[in-house]
Nanobody, 123 residues
């Protein structure tokens, strides 16, 4: 069982930066691949970024590539999402998720989800 708690969301102007954190409980965090997803009002949940259990492999949605960076600290049981050059269309509720095994951009493959943290980007 893994419990996930996101933090770091907020209101920022376009062009600004935020760093989201996702703290995980459990002693097996390092065996889970992690992902970030987001959901804007009236839209479906969409993939943002994912990272392998080791941290060596990452994959991004085209919409955030070059602006967002996913990373993890297995000693601290935490995964991060550094978001730079934010745009109004990045406004959404951001979720982190965990799954055992290989990383994935497909939300149904994830077993555990946090409650989300709101990111709002003003123009």
């Amino acid at each position: 069982q893994v419990q996930l708690v996101e933090s770091g969301g907020g209101l920022v102007q376009a062009g600004g930066s935020l760093r989201l954190s996702c703290a995980a409980s459990g002693r097996t965090f390092s065996s889970y691949s992690m992902g970030w997803f987001r959901q804007a009002p009236g839209k479906e949940r969409e993939f943002v970024a994912t990272i392998s259990w080791s941290g060596f492999s990452t994959f991004y949605a085209d919409s955030v590539k070059g602006r967002f960076t996913i990373s993890r600290d297995n000693a601290e049981n935490t995964v991060y999402l550094q978001m730079n050059s934010l745009k109004p269309e990045d406004t959404a509720l951001y979720y982190c998720a965990a799954r055992p095994g290989s990383f994935s951009d497909y939300a149904p493959k994830y077993d555990y989800w946090g409650q989300g943290t709101q990111v709002t980007v003003s123009s």
